[in-house]
């Protein structure tokens, strides 16, 4: 039986096509975007997997942005952010270079926006951001969201982690976050380092570099080397208690 956010998604893809925003599934369903990182990934993941189920036709009614990021996301993760061309994401698209350019005015302009479709950025800032600050909240919540993100990803999350000192210098350029989600979480970090909840003689820096490093571990090396299946209530779990135990300050 479909869940509420396939039906709501099918709906939206047949009124509208694959453009649809995570906004209007949001009011679609009545969750909250959180809620939806949680339960599909990204919304270009639960598109393929419609697609897959038959439920709905993806190639017939793909509209330029889905088209165009779909071909970026294979060649991306062939060549690189850094090598590729226009004229590959075009060939990979089907469609023309001119018809492209009319789109993207140049590849940072269309790389710049496929990375902003990819990742849970703004639900994570949000719990970062929150007036009410739980540590063992909101980081299982930012958790939750990056094994999901990082499952669904591993394709460009391998490209980004193994990136040269240049490339990730140029994927920093097409974020243009004046303060990337990354630097928020070191921030979030400091917080409770002065609050006298976390140790401080490890920095904050550090400590957001060890869940990171958690996270790729538990959502793409676990999977893709040990045959261990993702579970996200279990390995949330097993990654907050981790951390938390290496990260607090000592009674």
């Known amino acids: 039986m479909q869940d509420d956010i396939e039906q709501a998604a099918i709906g939206l893809f047949n ?16 969750l909250s975007r959180a809620t939806l990182y949680r339960r ?11 697609s897959d189920e038959n439920l709905i036709r993806l190639d017939d009614s793909l ?28 060939k990979e698209a089907g469609i023309g270079i001119a018809t492209l350019y009319r789109h993207f005015k ?16 703004l639900v994570i800032r949000q719990t970062l951001e929150s007036r009410d600050p739980d540590l ?13 993100f990082g499952h669904h990803n591993q394709d460009i999350a391998k490209i980004i982690f193994s990136m040269k000192p240049a490339e990730r210098k140029y994927l920093a350029a097409l974020r243009r976050d004046s303060v990337s989600t990354f630097s928020r979480l ?12 976390l140790r401080r003689d490890v920095s904050a820096e550090d400590l957001a570099m060890n869940l990171n490093g958690l996270l790729v571990q538990y959502s793409a ?10 579970d996200i209530e279990r390995d949330t779990d097993a990654i907050l208690k981790m951390f938390l135990q290496s990260a607090r300050r000592a009674p």
């Not at 599909?40 to 419609?50: C, F, Q, T, V, Y």
């Not at 991306?76 to 850094?82: D, I, K, T």
């Open 63 to 90: 509209d330029m942005d889905v088209r165009v990021f779909a071909a970026a996301r294979k060649v991306v993760g062939e060549y690189g952010f850094l090598a590729c061309t226009m004229e590959q994401i075009a």
């Open 186 to 197: 070191i921030q979030y970090l400091e917080k409770h380092q002065r609050d006298g909840v």
């Open 106 to 121: 140049d590849k940072e302009s269309l790389l710049g926006r496929f990375v902003a479709e990819m990742g849970p950025k």
């Open 136 to 148: 063992e909240r909101d980081l299982k919540q930012i958790i939750e969201i990056g094994l999901r």
């Open 221 to 230: 090396f676990g999977p893709a080397y040990l045959d261990r299946p993702l």
């Open 40 to 50: 599909i990934g990204s919304k270009d993941a639960l598109l393929n997997r419609l």
């Open 15 to 30: 009124e509208i096509g694959g453009g649809f925003t995570l906004d209007q599934l949001q009011a679609r369903t009545g």
